[in-house]
């Protein structure tokens, strides 16, 4: 059973957010982690090897957000496992009751910790959907039978800009052809192409979770523009959190402030965060307080 697919069925707003597994087998921040952030949202995403760092693995990291009482999205990357893993780590998933999965290519190896492990990518993000849609239905990749199908709410995530082209459109199109029921978007503070974005995705009819990354310090978001594939800042927001006398409060507002800007053009959000958790809640009850005026 998925609260987050009940809650999108419901087409209220709904929020997630995105908390990294640790560097290790301790536990102790990542249990405090979730019980700060999971009374305000409808579901934690945990990552797969984010950046291509080595951290637990996601459907660990997940059983533990079950563990204490909250609903995970668990996210698989093609990037370090053939089809025979990526298939076996769904089953095991659907067996310990993970009621999400969040399908994603994954980030090159160069960019992480291993630059010399070598990439897998047997499959890329829309193969992987097709592969769990079979998984569903009771068939693995060869159509071979199994004794139980997977019980998923699936997902996808999508690069929310038009610039260039309508490309991300006809990806999404595959990927709801492949089986995704619902979208997590990356972020992007051009608000004008964001809107824009949104308006044409939901002719696709499938709930988009606009993604919002909140920002702390012009250092993150300069580490950001360079680091992060997929996301560009726009100098002027860099320049705001240079300029800002707590540029914490100021990463905050901004966050607020794109939630409000789309909040008619999507069916929620998704907020993330550069290893600043805590900062999740003050966003959630920060929106709401401004819905509220």
């Not at 260039?164 to 978007?185: P, V, W, Y």
Request: with cysteine.
């Amino acid at each position: 059973m998925s609260l987050l697919r009940d809650r999108l069925s419901e087409k209220k707003t709904v929020i997630t957010a995105e908390i990294s597994p640790p560097k290790g087998a301790g536990i102790k921040k990542l249990r405090e982690h979730i019980q700060l952030v999971s009374p305000h949202v409808t579901a934690i995403n945990i990552t797969d090897c984010q950046r291509s760092i080595v951290r637990m693995a996601s459907w660990a990291a997940c059983k533990i957000i079950m563990d204490l009482g909250a609903e995970p999205v668990l996210q698989v990357t093609c990037r370090d496992r053939n089809s025979i893993a990526l298939q076996a780590d769904l089953m095991g998933a659907s067996a310990l009751g993970i009621p999400n999965v969040l399908c994603l290519t994954g980030d090159p190896v160069k960019v992480g910790d291993s630059p010399d492990s070598r990439s897998v990518f047997e499959f890329e993000s829309v193969k992987l959907l097709q592969t769990a849609s079979n998984l569903q239905k009771g068939r693995d990749a060869q159509n071979l039978k199994m004794n139980a199908p997977t019980r998923f709410f699936l997902g996808s995530v999508v690069n929310p800009t038009i610039k260039g082209g309508l490309g991300q459109l006809e990806r999404m199109k595959k990927k709801i052809a492949a089986g995704a029921c619902f979208f997590q978007t990356q972020a992007n503070y051009d608000f004008e192409d964001f809107c824009s974005f949104l308006r044409l995705a939901n002719d696709l009819e499938k709930p988009i979770l606009a993604g919002i990354l909140v920002l702390h310090t012009p250092d993150i978001a300069r580490f950001i523009n360079e680091n992060i594939p997929g996301i560009q800042l726009p100098h002027s927001i860099i320049e705001r959190l240079e300029n800002a006398p707590d540029p914490e409060k100021e990463g905050i507002e901004l966050a607020i402030h794109s939630m409000m800007q789309l909040k008619d053009y999507c069916a929620g959000f998704h907020i993330m965060t550069i290893r600043r958790e805590p900062l999740i809640p003050l966003v959630v009850k920060g929106f709401y307080e401004r819905l509220s005026l």
